[in-house]
Each structure stands twice: as structure tokens, then as C-alpha cells.
């Protein structure tokens, strides 16, 4: 059964960067077709798609967070990671992990999730 | 404010039916990409419940059940049970903006009376 399990900061001042890792375990993060994305939920919010990095390594974001995102892979580490700048304190968040599966559908979907990781943005 | 549109919360009785709504529009659910459905119980990793409209992976009861008519989607709990009070949430592509992206529901809270 596939894995995943996000860590990072917990506390990040504003203006600076957010960087989370995600460590996918039961299975290769290099093995079949498959994207991997971050999702976060504000307190007392709903789910917010971040983005996400494909089999190939190329990202796509929401339209919104793009210029301030960053999705990288390391195959070697079998993990995915996230940065995210000049962040404020409506960047505070439980920050989810995924695996992205489009198979039987013209939308991707999300099958295995991180239990999330809360971020503060505080000084 | 979400691109789709779902009720802040349901409820029913043990043994009920309940339905939750997903109202989007002609650049995401209109434009024919498929609704799936989450399944979120504090402290625990979200739940994949229906991908693909209607379809439910390995392990999800046949209680829960989707549905998807033009702009919108449904997602339908028979033999309501107490382990299935949760935040429920929608999800789909969006085409505005001129780039496709994901988009979600806002999120319903289900409570079993």
C-alpha cells in the first residue's frame, strides 16, 4: 500500500519561504505515469490545489500561487517537495500531499493522500 | 469563494439517505470533465470515495454513490452510519483563466443525528 507522509517547518516567518518535503513509501515515485501535487486547507476553509509535478518533471500550478511555487523531485530520495515564497499569514495551512491518478477519467483525481502538515506563517 | 458550489452542510438520521450537491458551470463540470469525491475525517489522511463520476476504488462501501447530470454532480450515503459523519468535498478541472487546473468544492460538513 503506497505511502505518503509530508514534513517540513512547522513555523515560517512571513516574506520567507515555505519548504515541504513529501516521502512516498511502498512504492516508487519514478514507477508508472504518475504526477504528484500539493494541496493545502485553511483553518476553517476548504481543500486549495497548489499544484503539481509530472512523470516528466514538468509543473503546473494554480494560476494564482504560480509565480511563487516551486515542485521538485528526487527520484534518488523517493520524495517530492514543495517551496513556496514571500509567504503570508493566509499561507497558513494543513498542507496535504498526493499521488495524481487519471486512469477511467477526463480530470485527474487524487487516490493516496498525506495525513498533512500544519504551517503557521507568524513572526 | 469555490468554482464549485456545495452546501456548507447535511444531515440525516441513522439509516437515512443523504445527498450532497456539486454545482459548477459550462468551463468545468458543463464542459464534460469528471466530478470525484473526498471523504475528510479530522487527523486523517482525505479519502478517495468517487473518481470518474460514479466509480468507487477497492474498500469504499456501496452505501456512497456519485452522479454527474450537465453543471452538476451528486454524491448519495444510503444506511447512514455514524463513522460517516465527516467534511465531504467535490473536485474537477476548471478551463477559465486560460490554463486548466483543479478546482474544488467548498466542502460539505455531514452530521448523523
Known amino acids: 500500500q503506497l505511502q505518503l507522509q509530508e514534513s517540513g517547518s512547522g513555523l515560517v516567518k512571513p516574506s520567507q519561504t515555505l519548504s515541504l518535503t513529501c516521502a512516498v513509501s511502498g512504492g516508487s515515485i519514478g514507477g508508472g505515469e504518475y504526477s504528484w501535487s500539493w494541496i493545502r486547507q485553511p483553518p476553517e476553509k476548504g481543500l486549495e490545489w497548489i499544484g503539481s509535478?509530472?512523470?516528466?518533471?514538468?509543473?503546473y500550478c494554480k494560476p494564482s500561487l504560480k509565480s511563487r511555487v516551486t515542485i521538485s523531485v528526487d527520484r534518488s530520495k523517493n520524495q517530492f517537495s514543495l517551496n513556496l515564497s514571500s509567504v503570508t499569514a493566509a499561507d497558513t495551512a494543513v498542507y496535504f500531499c498526493a499521488r495524481v491518478q487519471v486512469k477511467y477519467s477526463s480530470s485527474e483525481y487524487f487516490d493516496f493522500w498525506g495525513q498533512g502538515t500544519l504551517v503557521t506563517v507568524s513572526s | 469563494q469555490s468554482v464549485l458550489t456545495q452546501p456548507p452542510s447535511v444531515s440525516g438520521a441513522p439509516g437515512q439517505r443523504v445527498t450532497i450537491s456539486c454545482t459548477g458551470s459550462s468551463s468545468n463540470i458543463g464542459a464534460g470533465y469528471d466530478v470525484h469525491w473526498y471523504q475528510l475525517l479530522p487527523g486523517t489522511a482525505p479519502k478517495l470515495l468517487i473518481y470518474g463520476n460514479t466509480n468507487r476504488p477497492s474498500g469504499v462501501p456501496d452505501r456512497f454513490s456519485g452522479s454527474k447530470s450537465g453543471t452538476s454532480a451528486s454524491l448519495a450515503i444510503t444506511g447512514l452510519q455514524a463513522e460517516d459523519e465527516a467534511d465531504y468535498y467535490c473536485q474537477s478541472y476548471d478551463s477559465s483563466l486560460s490554463v486548466l487546473h483543479v478546482v474544488f468544492g467548498g466542502g460539505t460538513k455531514l452530521t448523523v443525528l
Open positions: 509535478i509530472s512523470h516528466t518533471g514538468s509543473t
